[in-house]
């Protein structure tokens, strides 16, 4: 059994803020893969599910962030669970926008929510980090994530969000490369630009050799006096 963990705050208010996007990856993996209904437990939002045949279980805390590991504590006592079997999503100020990256263990770097559950569970737990930029100084920090996303970041963060749900079934089986595999494809998907670049250069092969063949079948204009001249440069 996996638990995985969104960070967020409870309420409409918070709904679309860069701090909630662990909620965001939670509820776009409930949709696509067919979870239960959420329901209250844990002093949070629970779902329950299967990905590909591993049972895992959907925990948003309602406590706020820096109060998140009280639920997460809670839910891991009542299943059993060891830190090695949670897995965390969160907002990441150190990551560009659209970045993701998949880490175990470590320090909470100032984050509220990972603070609390270092205090609750300790640090051997997974993280999934999603990337929201930094805006530049740490002092607009906190009026930053908990700002909505702009309309500009929708298409990234679109692709984030449906990325993590594709690859949750291998994160949960233990498989963090086959997840980063899955995201990639969603936020950097392969140019299909092979065909291209060989057009490409047999067009500019083509070119230079029509531009070659026109210089040597070019007829020789210059005058009998010009061509005298020219012998002798």
């Known amino acids: 059994m996996e638990l995985f963990v969104g960070l967020g705050n409870p309420g409409g208010k918070y709904a679309g803020n860069r701090h909630n996007i662990g909620f965001m ?9 067919g979870f239960a209904p959420w329901r209250s437990k844990f002093q949070g939002q ?5 990905l590909d045949g591993e049972k895992v279980i959907l925990l948003k805390p309602t406590t706020f962030m820096n109060l998140s590991g009280q639920a997460v504590g809670e839910a891991m006592r009542f299943y059993k669970l060891t830190p090695d079997d949670v897995t965390v999503f969160h907002d990441e100020l150190d990551l560009a926008p659209g970045k993701v990256r998949v880490k175990q263990g470590g320090g909470h770097a100032g984050h509220n929510g990972l603070r609390s559950i270092h205090q609750h569970i300790g640090a051997d737990y997974q993280r999934v980090r999603l990337g929201i930029g930094h805006p530049g100084h740490k002092d607009r920090v906190a009026g930053y994530v908990l700002s909505d996303f702009a309309k500009a970041d929708q298409d990234w963060l679109d692709d984030v969000i449906r990325g993590v749900a ?3 079934a291998q994160l949960a089986k233990g498989d963090a490369c086959k997840f980063m ?10 140019r299909s630009s092979t065909g291209d670049k060989s057009a490409a250069k047999a067009k500019a092969a083509d070119v230079a050799g029509a531009a070659t063949k026109t210089e040597e079948e070019a007829p020789d204009s210059r005058s ?3 061509k005298l001249a020219d012998k002798f440069r």
Request: charged residues 25%; proline residues 7%; hydrophobic residues 45%.
């Open 166 to 168: 594709d690859g949750a």
């Open 25 to 33: 990856a939670l509820d776009r993996i409930a949709d696509d893969h």
């Open 224 to 226: 009998a006096l010009q």
């Open 46 to 50: 629970v779902s329950e599910g299967n």
């Open 181 to 190: 595999n899955a995201v990639a494809l969603r936020t950097a998907p392969p």
